[in-house]
Nanobody, 120 residues
């Protein structure tokens, strides 16, 4: 079955950096775009970054452009999010997402999330 396991979250001071990783299994990883979302209590889940199946195309939320970088390693079935110049407003639960099409129907799969807290 599809599994997405995030890691790398933690507590960091403003201006600091963190690198999130997501290990994927149970599907043909190299065939699908991957995404990172984040969510804070009381708010909708927000798309942070996306990367195409072979990594040639990336997209970012305006709020993280120039600070975050999404990447993937199709040989290791992992997708990462390098977060630099972190701000308190980046504090959230970060989720890895894969949208997998089965019999022409897209299904969203999520990891358990990893908490990022930016605070002095």
């Amino acid at each position: 079955q599809v599994q997405l396991v995030e890691s790398g979250g933690g507590l960091v001071q403003p201006g600091g950096s963190l690198r999130l990783s997501c290990a994927a299994s149970g599907f043909t990883f190299s065939s699908y775009a991957m995404r990172w979302y984040r969510q804070t209590p009381g708010k909708e889940r927000e798309l942070v970054a996306a990367i195409s199946s072979v990594g040639g195309s990336t997209n970012y939320a305006d709020s993280v452009k120039g600070r975050f970088t999404i990447s993937r390693d199709n040989a290791k079935n992992t997708v990462s999010l390098q977060m630099n110049s972190l701000k308190p407003e980046d504090t959230a639960l970060y989720y890895c997402n894969a949208r997998i099409v089965r019999v022409s129907i897209p299904y969203d799969y999520w990891g358990q999330g990893t908490q990022v807290t930016v605070s002095s």
